[in-house]
């Protein structure tokens, strides 16, 4: 069985950090690309950072670049996003995405579209208060 599953969001005051965490399971996390994506009320699902399991190449939205910290633990099949200096706009329920790039053999970039994703974990709510 696919599992995603995020978590680690909270409340959280203006300045603050957070660790949020994708435990993953049941399919070859080397073949996958995994996005943290967001979505806050009224507005569309995006994705803010990127890693590749098998390369380990990153991206960043510009909006959390400088302020926000994707990694990987392979041997946990967990991807983790550090947010330091969070915002009253970053207040969203956070999903992680993880999508097959095996068949890409390398030549796909970042950002991928949030419903190019395989699978999806359920949301965690991140609340930034001013």
């Known amino acids: 069985e696919v599992q995603l599953q995020a978590s680690g969001g909270g409340l959280v005051q203006s300045g603050g950090s957070l660790r949020l965490s994708c435990a993953a399971s049941?399919?070859?996390?080397?073949?996958?690309?995994i996005g943290w994506f967001r979505q806050a009320p009224g507005k569309e699902r995006e994705g803010i950072s990127y890693?590749?399991?098998?390369?380990?190449?990153?991206y960043y939205k510009n909006s959390v670049k400088g302020r926000f910290t994707i990694s990987i633990d392979n041997a946990k099949k967990t991807v983790y996003l550090q947010m330091n200096s969070l915002k009253p706009e970053d207040t969203a329920v956070y999903y992680c995405?993880?999508?097959?790039?095996?068949?890409?053999?390398?030549?796909?970039?970042?950002?991928?579209?949030?419903?190019?994703?395989?699978?999806y974990g359920k949301g965690t709510l991140v609340t930034v208060s001013s």
């Open positions: 995405g993880a999508e097959n790039v095996k068949y890409y053999d390398g030549n796909y970039y970042f950002p991928r579209p949030w419903y190019n994703m395989d699978y």
């Open positions: 049941g399919f070859t996390f080397d073949d996958y690309a």
């Open positions: 890693i590749s399991s098998s390369d380990g190449r990153i």
